[in-house]
Every structure is written in C-alpha cells, then in structure tokens.
C-alpha cells in the first residue's frame, strides 16, 4: 500500500544541524512532487518546502525556512531529505513528508497533499 | 499570503448529528483550489476533499464539501465514532500554501 516513513529526527541545541529522511513505497516516487510540512506542539500545520518530481530541478521554501533548510530527493531510493541547518527553537515540533497529487508541471504553486506519512519529531532546545 | 480561518474552534457533536465547519479566506481562492485533511493522533493525516468539492478516493459519501471564492464548508453527514478528529482546510491556488487553524471535532 502507499506508505511514507519519516526518520531523523531528535533533540538538538539552536545552531545545530539535523537531516530527515522521508521512504516512500506503494507508488511511482519519481512522478510525484514531494513536500516537507510541519506542525509546532499543539499548533496547526505549516507548509515548509517542495521539490519538483524530477531530479528536483525545481525546489521552493516558506519564509520561515528559506537560507536555512534544502529539500533534496534521491529517486533511485525513493526518497525525500530535508537538510535543516541553524536550527532555532521555533522550528520545534513533527516534521511530515507527503505527496503531491495536483500534478502541476511547475511547483512554484504547488497543490495539495493526497498522501502524507506519520512525521518525526523535532525538539530544538538548549 | 492568504490567510484561512476556520471555524468553529472546536465542535461538540454526538455520533449520528450532522457536522459543518467553515473555512474562510483572506482573498479569493481562485478556481476554488481548496482542500480538507482529517488528523488523528498518532495517524497520517488523511486528504477528504480537494477542489473545494471532489470528494478524494476512499472517502466516504457522508463527507462533502461546497463553496467558492472566500467562503467553503465541509459537511459531515452523519457522524460515526471514527469522525471525531481535528480537520484542516488548505488552499493551493496561491503560494505559499497555506491552512487553517483547524476544527477540533469532539464527541459530546
């Protein structure tokens, strides 16, 4: 069945770096645009990040993120990365990866969310 | 940016009632590219409805949605016990993505 799995998450002090993973199975991963979206404790969903289905020709970022976060994807291991770096508190909370089922040719508006995985939590704190 | 705001906050309902819960937008959501997700603890979030209407695969009918341009609704028919959940709308047609604040579905 479709199936996305998060990795890599953790504690980690403000300044630091993590890297997630995302596995995707169950579909054709290099014909999908992919997304990173986040959620704070208690709080509600932000989109975070797109990559194209390509080789991710295309890549674009929420304003909290950009300069400091790059999606990347490996379509020969179906899978979805998000580089975090100079991490800072706020960007605490569960990190999902999920699937882009608009299938717009450009994702510099990309579409919505038809498959989403059970996220990895990511705790900033010193 | 367009902001969503849902409402209600949280809905207090008995399994068999019928839930509305609307989703307003900042500015028009043009070619009504809105969609709704269900969340549960500890599940992955689930698509119900993308292009403010069409109901996603596997969904079902009791679940629906309507409206355009700034104004939409999710309608759940009848609720069974599974429905309770926190439900997000989203909008696509301009970027960034952005969601709503999201409505707590509660069992009363």
């Known amino acids: 069945q479709v199936q996305l799995v998060e990795s890599g998450g953790g504690a980690v002090q403000p300044g630091r770096s993590l890297r997630l993973s995302c596995i995707a199975s169950?579909?054709?991963?290099?014909?999908?645009?992919m997304h990173w979206v986040r959620q704070a404790p208690g709080k509600g969903l932000e989109w975070v990040a797109v990559i194209s289905y390509d080789d991710g020709s295309q890549k674009y970022y929420g304003d909290s993120v950009r300069g400091r976060f790059t999606i990347s994807r490996d379509n020969s291991e179906n899978s979805l990365f998000l580089q975090m770096n100079s991490l800072r508190i706020e960007d605490t909370g569960v990190y999902y990866c999920?699937?882009?089922?608009?299938?717009?040719?450009?994702?510099?508006?990309?579409?919505?969310?038809?498959?989403w995985g059970r996220g990895t939590l990511v705790t900033v704190s010193s | 940016e367009i902001v969503l705001t849902q409402s209600p906050g949280t809905l207090a309902l008995s399994p068999g009632e019928r839930a509305t819960l609307s989703c307003r937008a900042s500015?028009?959501?043009?070619?009504?590219?809105l969609a709704w997700y269900q969340q549960k603890p500890g599940q992955a979030s689930r698509l119900l409805i993308y292009g403010a209407s069409t109901r996603a695969t596997g969904i079902p009918d009791r679940f629906s949605g309507s409206g355009s341009g700034t104004d939409f609704t999710l309608t759940i028919g009848r609720l069974e016990p599974e429905d309770f959940a926190v439900y997000y709308c989203?909008?696509?047609?301009?970027?960034?993505?952005?969601f709503g604040q999201g409505t707590r579905l509660e069992i009363k």
């Open positions: 500015q028009g959501v043009s070619s009504n590219y």
């Open positions: 169950g579909f054709t991963f290099s014909s999908a645009a």
């Open positions: 999920a699937r882009d089922d608009f299938g717009r040719s450009s994702v510099a508006v990309p579409g919505y969310f038809g498959c």
């Open positions: 989203q909008q696509y047609a301009n970027s960034p993505l952005t």
